[in-house]
């Protein structure tokens, strides 16, 4: 009995311990970053891919809700462009294709509700390369479409980011 509740009080010093040394290097949990705007709609003419990693990733990093409507939300994100391309790297000495350059670009902008643009019109790109042996070729198209998944969910964070440095922009404005 005495060894159960010394083992018990052992284990609940060291998680005490550990709790403290850990806040002593200043480590704290992993917050979602805040931003000056409370809701977010997505408009324009993302891919359904590229839209719902957005939704995602908005929920997951940044303290706002995503509207459905561009009226009930102060920030709006637009996607000017969203274009996936591929275009032959590589093929075999018959004229079989052997290889692709996959890459997509995506144009998007952000202004809030009153119509203030505070992101410009902004490029982002995403690229892959592919090659595969061409009797493989049902697996090659299916192994592209993954990677064009891949790439959007890149580029859908790459664009979070950006709405995470106006956080940190307007908190450096405001000290």
């Given at each position: 009995?005495?060894?159960?509740?010394?083992?018990?009080?052992?284990?609940?010093?060291?998680m005490v311990l550990?709790?403290?040394?850990?806040?002593?290097?200043?480590?704290?949990?992993?917050?979602?970053?805040?931003?000056?705007?409370?809701?977010?709609?997505?408009?324009?003419?993302?891919?359904?891919?590229?839209?719902?990693?957005?939704?995602?990733?908005?929920?997951?990093?940044?303290?706002?809700?995503?509207?459905?409507?561009?009226?009930?939300?102060?920030?709006?994100?637009?996607?000017?462009?969203?274009?996936?391309?591929?275009?032959?790297?590589?093929?075999?000495?018959?004229?079989?294709?052997?290889?692709?350059?996959?890459?997509?670009?995506?144009?998007?902008?952000?202004?809030?509700?009153?119509?203030?643009?505070?992101?410009?019109?902004?490029?982002i790109y995403g690229?892959?390369?592919?090659?595969?042996?061409?009797?493989?070729?049902?697996?090659?198209?299916?192994?592209?479409q993954q990677m064009?998944?891949?790439?959007?969910?890149?580029?859908?964070?790459?664009?979070?980011?950006?709405?995470?440095?106006?956080?940190?922009?307007?908190?450096?404005?405001?000290?």
């Amino acid at each position: 009995m005495f060894k159960k509740t010394a083992a018990r009080l052992l284990r609940a010093t060291g998680m005490v311990l550990l709790v403290m040394g850990l806040s002593a290097c200043l480590y704290e949990m992993r917050q979602k970053a805040l931003i000056p705007y409370q809701v977010i709609a997505i408009t324009g003419s993302p891919s359904r891919q590229l839209l719902g990693q957005l939704q995602v990733d908005f929920l997951t990093y940044l303290d706002v809700k995503v509207a459905v409507h561009p009226v009930d939300a102060d920030l709006l994100v637009e996607i000017l462009q969203d274009a996936p391309n591929s275009q032959i790297a590589s093929s075999t000495s018959s004229g079989q294709i052997s290889g692709y350059d996959l890459n997509d670009i995506v144009v998007f902008r952000a202004f809030d509700q009153v119509g203030h643009e505070v992101i410009s019109p902004t490029e982002i790109y995403g690229v892959r390369d592919i090659n595969f042996s061409p009797h493989s070729v049902l697996s090659a198209d299916i192994q592209q479409q993954q990677m064009i998944e891949d790439i959007r969910k890149e580029l859908a964070m790459q664009i979070t980011l950006h709405l995470i440095a106006l956080g940190s922009r307007a908190r450096h404005i405001y000290k």
